[in-house]
């Protein structure tokens, strides 16, 4: 269901311009009416009957000036009918290709991942020419390359895990509990660097869910577009912890070099584990790959950072909310001048129209940041959920194929 901010965004439109054309509806009527004089007057008719005036000269009067005011009204609306359909259509497409945009961007990033984790798991994994170890100091050897593997293969999934908080700007906490989208064997494997990063991001903050509640209000100021573009923001230095080290405050950059440091010691290796050509466990073939599909998932997060802080231009929200207001101020007099005897209709007019103009206005806001908690955002935690499954089944068939080829 939509949110209370977003169904006031066209409720309290509405239940205005009913009021509106109610009040208008009332005047027009009692225009009309004929109603008897004052007693003074009553009681001097009695005396001198040409005192009194004959009835209905001050309604040709009001005649006049409601068909006037109807006139007036209707030219205004055909007039910037046309404004209003361009802008609206503008507004929507703009919010819509975002949203689109967005999607076809966050499938990038599946697509990506999925290359990449089945390239790595596939030379990783998937060897079976690995001589039994000779002594205990080898196979420890061995053990802490496997690790380095699992924790190479894990910063993948994480990476999509913590591109989704940092297009949500809040904070991401590694726990293992039912409510977290983290798995616990993720978790486990994944590398100490990524890990130490994620506990100072989170805490350098005071209080989390004031975080996370700022963020909901930085998105709602997006959606408004109250950002002006001649202001800017104070640069800040980067924080650091108590013992002087820097706190990322992206962490999926910071999976994208620690997933390139892996990456590069996996491609030169140690002595024991070089092949003939002096290369590690991963070839150079296989490592030119993995480094662009790594270089692919920075333009993608690149491209989501772009929609996510580059909202619709300021000024058409601007001339859009004001044609709104003048359409929601000059419909009601129409509707009123020329259905006054009926009023359940001027109201269910007046309500359909309005809410139709302010929910799209409010469809388009909010589709204009898909990256949100609301029903008609993006499903990333089920984009998360994907790419941890697939982590795991990709791993599980790679070592299942070199169990049996052993």
């Not at 070089?274 to 290369?279: K, L, P, R, T, V």
């Not at 231009?313 to 709104?324: A, D, E, K």
């Given at each position: 269901?939509?949110?209370?901010?977003?169904?006031?965004?066209?409720?309290?439109?509405?239940?205005?311009?009913?009021?509106?054309?109610?009040?208008?509806?009332?005047?027009?009527?009692?225009?009309?009416?004929?109603?008897?004089?004052?007693?003074?007057?009553?009681?001097?008719?009695?005396?001198?009957?040409?005192?009194?005036?004959?009835?209905?000269?001050?309604?040709?009067?009001?005649?006049?000036?409601?068909?006037?005011?109807?006139?007036?009204?209707?030219r205004v609306i055909a007039s910037l009918s046309t404004v209003t359909g361009l802008l609206l259509a503008f507004r929507s497409n703009s919010a819509i290709d975002r949203w689109s945009t967005a999607r076809r961007k966050w499938s990038d990033v599946q697509a990506t991942s999925r290359s990449l984790l089945r390239l790595l798991s596939a030379s990783l994994l998937g060897g079976s020419d690995a001589a039994a170890p000779v002594s205990i100091h080898e196979f420890a050897r061995n053990q802490a390359y496997r690790a380095h593997i699992e924790a190479t293969l894990a910063t993948v999934p994480f990476f999509s895990i913590s591109l989704m908080y940092e297009m949500r700007a809040r904070s991401l906490e590694l726990s293992s509990g039912r409510t977290?989208?983290?798995?616990?064997?993720?978790?486990?494997?994944?590398?100490?660097?990524?890990?130490?990063?994620?506990?100072?991001?989170?805490?350098?903050?005071?209080?989390?869910?004031?975080?996370?509640?700022?963020?909901?209000?930085?998105k709602r100021r997006l959606m408004q577009n109250t950002a002006s573009p001649h202001v800017l923001r104070p640069r800040a230095r980067s924080a650091r912890d108590t013992h002087g080290d820097v706190i990322s405050t992206n962490l999926a950059l910071t999976a994208l070099v620690v997933l390139q440091q892996s990456l590069d010691a996996l491609h030169r290796g140690s002595p024991s584990?070089?092949?003939?050509?002096?290369?590690?466990?991963?070839?150079?073939?296989?490592?030119?790959?993995?480094?662009?599909?790594?270089?692919?998932?920075?333009g993608h997060m690149t491209d989501l950072e772009r929609i996510r802080d580059t909202p619709i231009?300021?000024?058409?929200?601007?001339?859009?909310?004001?044609?709104?207001a003048i359409h929601t101020l000059l419909l009601p007099i129409v509707v009123a001048q020329r259905l006054y005897a009926q009023l359940p209709l001027c109201l269910a007019i007046i309500g359909v129209v309005t809410t139709m103009l302010y929910g799209v206005d409010s469809f388009a806001a909010t589709l204009a940041q898909p990256f949100g908690l609301d029903q008609q955002d993006l499903p990333l935690e089920k984009y998360v959920a994907d790419a941890q499954r697939e982590w795991d089944e990709i791993r599980s068939a790679c070592s299942a194929d070199a169990t049996s080829l052993a």
């Open positions: 269901m939509l949110r209370a901010e977003q169904l006031s965004d066209a409720v309290q439109p509405t239940i205005l311009a009913l009021l509106w054309c109610t009040l208008l509806v009332f005047v027009k009527r009692a225009s009309l009416a004929e109603s008897p004089p004052a007693w003074p007057t009553r009681a001097r008719s009695f005396i001198d009957a040409a005192y009194f005036a004959s009835p209905g000269s001050n309604d040709i009067g009001m005649d006049k000036t409601w068909a006037d005011l109807d006139w007036a009204a209707y977290s989208l983290v798995r616990s064997d993720l978790i486990d494997a994944l590398p100490p660097a990524i890990i130490a990063a994620t506990h100072r991001h989170r805490s350098s903050i005071p209080n989390a869910n004031e975080a996370d509640k700022a963020a909901e209000e930085e584990h070089q092949n003939g050509a002096g290369e590690g466990l991963l070839s150079s073939p296989v490592y030119a790959h993995s480094i662009g599909l790594v270089n692919a998932l920075s231009p300021l000024s058409v929200s601007r001339h859009f909310s004001r044609l709104l």
